[in-house]
């Protein structure tokens, strides 16, 4: 998509110089014509001029397919034909339902018939309906003028409700044929990698209306070069020509976007670089102490696991990966098994389709449960998942003034300007002083008023936090999501600054009913839209996510939530000082030495609380913690702390137990745990710092499945 601006800018009517004849001399009637001529033929033209010289600004999404729930990025290109210098900033605004949801400001660009092309990545957007496009309106900013696009350009993006799985291929464009490592053993199939797609299980075609998959191409040379930039995924298979292909950059960002809970799938049988044997290594958890794969010199690699398959499956920290260390046969029924626990398929699911082949789902013959009934969103988040982040953050102290206050400051002040003034200048003869008395009174009423509900509400900003760490086996963090409430005692707007980090705004959202919007009319669903989005716009200028800065205005009184996610060596949070390396899934079985380990850990603080999940059963440290007069007693805090590690069965997390990370308001990603997988542990300790700053770090335990 492309634009071609108008100059809106002062400098509307650009001078031009015109020769006169010689022959004319200096004066006369020729010579008026001809600068009247001149001025009328500036003015008419002047538009044209500006129009020419406008930039060119194009959009183009960065990959195939956008993901559900996941970052939008896409590439702006600013081209400019005039030789001249043009030096400004891109400004773009993002509409959903004609309100404005986002701005983005790139830094300063320098122009001369040249071309620049800005990578953009947005937070996840929210479209509740499919008739609410996400809209894009474009402007070019100089010093003196501003280049507007009136044409709304519009970027592929999914509606709420429905899911998109979007599987990277990272492969040599170059290279018209797959690699033989994807056998298909003799069948006719259109792609060897069809077998990776969950819509292909789906019991019936109506349920593609919810639930869908797409493969999209990745050219080495264009993968990204930062975790956070694979969040455009759900699942990255990466072949053996794309592997080779993969710089080191590339592949440390891939293990930290796996490490903090991305799927992938490598074939990885031939690995000639140190890059990608060190990669490799990571993903099969193949540590010094520990080794589970091994190089010759040429680079071939080979498994030092006895086993009877041509690949290793591995949980490097809260993520999952499939090494391949040799072809793979697509209807080896061990190898469907493999892919289901790739993508995290919950167990009782992986039995249906395995003997199936099928996914269990709802009938679609029932009316209440039919794929193509138009208020049927099996699928759509929990549009109230964020309220229990915003109810445990919000100050504790927190009041508004007691409803008696009101109404006796009310009856005074009504007593006051009533009858007491009325006597009161009536006896002295001064009643036309009630001019004065009046609203002098009710400025004074006004100002004890306000006071008073300053030093109810707090009369300084309240900064409180829950930041959530997820730790590999050995104690290193590899996901931080924090969460950042900000209650204003004044309007101000508040500027960060944020390196390699997502920033998104907390998406609690009103009890809007997505299906009552289906039906109304476009004003009606345009108001009912606009209530279903209550983030406050965020402005972004520069990098993201690599450096920029996030503007946001915040309001008196009105709680502000915003999520931040980093991944990889990119963390800054500090992990308890616990033997993490000697923590072992032999202790956590054992009841005795399992009540060690907990109260080992909460006799560190007096404010720590430690949970072990174990299927149905949950163990609570029993030891010193927390303080009685910490917030940690507030069993609320603790339910949402367990409960943002594991997602109940319903909707799509019917099917998995858990998602890849995407750092969305809706919190779905934060799961890493099934409760119904029983070889899995989760180790959950709650500490709290200074000034309501929660910390909770996860250790997830998964027991080897050989």
């Given at each position: 998509?492309?634009?071609?601006?108008?100059?809106?800018?002062?400098?509307?009517m650009?001078?031009i110089?015109?020769?006169?004849?010689?022959?004319?001399?200096?004066?006369?009637?020729?010579?008026t014509?001809?600068?009247t001529f001149?001025?009328?033929?500036?003015?008419?033209?002047?538009?044209?001029?500006?129009?020419?010289?406008?930039?060119?600004?194009s959009?183009?999404?960065?990959?195939?397919?956008?993901?559900?729930?996941?970052?939008v990025?896409?590439?702006?290109?600013?081209?400019w034909?005039?030789?001249?210098?043009?030096e400004?900033?891109?400004?773009?605004?993002?509409?959903?339902?004609?309100?404005?949801?986002?701005?983005?400001?790139?830094?300063?660009?320098?122009?001369?018939?040249?071309?620049?092309?800005?990578?953009?990545?947005?937070?996840?957007?929210?479209?509740?309906?499919?008739?609410?496009p996400?809209?894009?309106?474009?402007?070019?900013?100089?010093?003196?003028?501003?280049?507007?696009?009136?044409?709304?350009?519009?970027l592929?993006?999914?509606?709420d409700?429905?899911?998109m799985?979007?599987?990277g291929?990272?492969?040599?464009?170059?290279?018209?044929t797959?690699?033989?490592?994807?056998?298909?053993?003799?069948?006719?199939?259109a792609s060897?990698?069809?077998?990776?797609?969950?819509?292909?299980?789906?019991?019936?075609?109506?349920?593609?209306?919810?639930?869908?998959?797409?493969?999209?191409?990745?050219?080495?040379?264009?993968?990204?070069?930062?975790?956070?930039?694979?969040?455009?995924?759900?699942?990255?298979?990466?072949?053996?020509?794309?592997?080779?292909?993969?710089?080191?950059?590339q592949?440390?960002?891939?293990?930290?976007?796996?490490?903090?809970g991305?799927?992938?799938?490598?074939?990885?049988?031939?690995?000639r670089?140190?890059?990608?044997?060190i990669?490799?290594?990571?993903?099969?958890e193949?540590?010094?102490?520990?080794?589970?794969?091994?190089?010759?010199s040429?680079?071939?690699?080979?498994?030092?696991?006895?086993q009877?398959?041509?690949?290793?499956?591995?949980?490097p920290g809260?993520?999952?990966?499939?090494?391949?260390?040799?072809?793979?046969?697509?209807?080896?029924?061990?190898?469907q098994?493999?892919?289901?626990?790739?993508?995290?398929?919950?167990?009782?699911?992986?039995?249906?389709?395995?003997?199936?082949g099928?996914?269990?789902?709802?009938?679609?013959k029932?009316?209440e449960?039919?794929?193509?009934?138009?208020?049927?969103?099996?699928?759509a988040?929990?549009?109230?998942?964020?309220n229990?982040?915003?109810q445990?953050?919000?100050?504790?102290?927190?009041?508004?003034?007691?409803?008696?206050?009101v109404a006796?400051?009310?009856?005074?002040?009504?007593?006051?300007?009533?009858?007491v003034e009325?006597?009161?200048?009536?006896?002295?003869?001064k009643?036309?002083w009630?001019?004065i008395?009046f609203?002098?009174?009710?400025?004074?009423?006004?100002?004890?008023?306000?006071?008073?509900?300053?030093?109810?509400?707090g009369?300084?900003?309240?900064?409180?936090?829950?930041?959530?760490?997820?730790?590999?086996?050995q104690?290193?963090?590899?996901?931080?999501?924090r969460?950042?409430?900000?209650?204003?005692?004044?309007?101000?707007?508040?500027?960060?600054?944020?390196?390699?980090?997502?920033?998104?705004a907390?998406?609690?959202?009103?009890?809007?009913?997505?299906?009552?919007?289906?039906?109304?009319?476009?004003?009606?669903?345009?108001?009912g839209?606009?209530?279903?989005?209550?983030?406050e716009?965020?402005?972004?200028?520069g990098r993201?996510?690599?450096?920029?800065?996030?503007?946001?205005?915040?309001q008196?009184?009105?709680?502000?939530?915003?999520?931040?996610?980093?991944?990889?060596?990119?963390?800054?949070?500090?992990?308890p000082?616990?033997?993490?390396?000697?923590?072992?899934?032999?202790?956590?079985r054992?009841?005795?030495t399992?009540?060690?380990?907990?109260?080992?850990?909460?006799?560190?603080?007096?404010?720590?609380?430690?949970?072990?999940?174990?299927?149905?059963?949950?163990?609570?440290?029993?030891?010193?913690?927390?303080d009685?007069?910490s917030?940690?007693?507030?069993?609320?805090?603790?339910?949402v702390?367990?409960?943002?590690?594991?997602?109940?069965?319903?909707?799509?997390?019917?099917?998995?137990?858990?998602?890849?990370?995407?750092?969305?308001g809706?919190?779905e990603d934060?799961?890493?745990?099934d409760?119904?997988?029983?070889?899995?542990?989760?180790?959950?300790?709650?500490?709290?710092?200074e000034?309501?700053?929660?910390?909770?770090?996860?250790?997830?335990?998964?027991?080897?499945?050989?």
């Amino acid at each position: 998509m492309s634009w071609w601006g108008e100059d809106l800018g002062r400098n509307r009517m650009r001078t031009i110089i015109f020769p006169i004849p010689a022959s004319t001399g200096t004066s006369g009637p020729f010579v008026t014509k001809w600068w009247t001529f001149a001025w009328v033929w500036i003015v008419i033209a002047s538009p044209v001029f500006a129009q020419s010289q406008a930039p060119k600004v194009s959009l183009i999404s960065r990959f195939d397919s956008p993901r559900s729930h996941a970052p939008v990025q896409f590439e702006a290109s600013v081209s400019w034909n005039s030789p001249q210098v043009l030096e400004g900033s891109l400004v773009l605004d993002f509409y959903v339902a004609q309100r404005r949801v986002h701005t983005w400001r790139s830094n300063d660009v320098v122009l001369s018939a040249s071309e620049v092309v800005l990578p953009i990545m947005m937070p996840p957007m929210i479209l509740p309906t499919e008739q609410t496009p996400l809209d894009i309106r474009a402007a070019f900013v100089t010093e003196d003028r501003v280049f507007t696009y009136p044409e709304e350009q519009d970027l592929p993006y999914w509606v709420d409700w429905k899911r998109m799985q979007v599987i990277g291929i990272v492969h040599p464009q170059s290279e018209t044929t797959m690699s033989a490592e994807f056998r298909d053993d003799g069948r006719d199939t259109a792609s060897p990698l069809s077998v990776f797609r969950l819509d292909s299980l789906l019991p019936h075609r109506d349920w593609s209306r919810h639930l869908a998959s797409r493969t999209v191409p990745v050219d080495p040379e264009d993968a990204p070069s930062s975790g956070l930039e694979w969040m455009a995924f759900d699942l990255v298979i990466v072949t053996a020509s794309g592997l080779q292909q993969m710089n080191d950059r590339q592949l440390r960002s891939l293990a930290d976007w796996v490490q903090g809970g991305g799927l992938v799938c490598v074939s990885g049988k031939v690995a000639r670089g140190s890059e990608q044997q060190i990669f490799l290594e990571q993903v099969s958890e193949s540590t010094t102490l520990a080794p589970r794969i091994a190089f010759d010199s040429e680079g071939n690699l080979r498994t030092l696991e006895r086993q009877e398959v041509n690949w290793i499956s591995a949980t490097p920290g809260v993520g999952r990966s499939l090494v391949m260390t040799d072809s793979v046969a697509q209807n080896d029924s061990r190898w469907q098994q493999a892919i289901l626990e790739l993508w995290r398929v919950r167990p009782d699911q992986r039995t249906t389709i395995l003997e199936t082949g099928a996914l269990s789902l709802p009938d679609h013959k029932n009316y209440e449960t039919n794929p193509n009934r138009p208020n049927y969103f099996p699928f759509a988040p929990d549009e109230l998942a964020a309220n229990g982040i915003r109810q445990v953050l919000m100050p504790e102290r927190l009041e508004g003034v007691p409803l008696t206050t009101v109404a006796t400051l009310l009856g005074l002040c009504l007593l006051v300007i009533g009858p007491v003034e009325y006597f009161v200048l009536s006896a002295i003869g001064k009643r036309r002083w009630t001019w004065i008395v009046f609203p002098t009174v009710a400025l004074l009423f006004s100002g004890y008023t306000v006071r008073m509900a300053q030093s109810h509400m707090g009369e300084t900003d309240a900064v409180r936090s829950l930041t959530i760490v997820d730790l590999d086996e050995q104690g290193q963090p590899v996901r931080e999501s924090r969460f950042e409430l900000f209650f204003a005692a004044t309007e101000k707007d508040l500027v960060q600054n944020y390196k390699n980090t997502l920033v998104s705004a907390l998406e609690y959202r009103e009890a809007v009913e997505v299906d009552d919007l289906y039906y109304q009319s476009s004003s009606v669903r345009q108001r009912g839209v606009t209530e279903f989005l209550r983030t406050e716009p965020l402005t972004f200028q520069g990098r993201a996510p690599l450096d920029y800065t996030v503007e946001r205005r915040v309001q008196q009184w009105k709680p502000q939530i915003v999520r931040t996610t980093r991944l990889g060596t990119d963390i800054e949070a500090t992990v308890p000082s616990l033997r993490w390396a000697e923590l072992t899934l032999d202790q956590l079985r054992d009841v005795r030495t399992q009540r060690q380990v907990l109260e080992d850990i909460t006799s560190r603080s007096k404010n720590t609380r430690v949970w072990l999940m174990h299927g149905t059963e949950i163990v609570e440290s029993a030891s010193k913690g927390p303080d009685p007069e910490s917030n940690l007693s507030n069993e609320t805090l603790s339910g949402v702390c367990r409960s943002l590690s594991s997602q109940a069965e319903t909707g799509i997390f019917d099917i998995v137990s858990h998602i890849s990370p995407n750092g969305a308001g809706t919190l779905e990603d934060l799961a890493i745990w099934d409760s119904t997988d029983l070889s899995q542990w989760l180790l959950l300790i709650l500490v709290e710092g200074e000034s309501g700053d929660h910390h909770l770090y996860r250790l997830l335990m998964q027991e080897s499945e050989t």
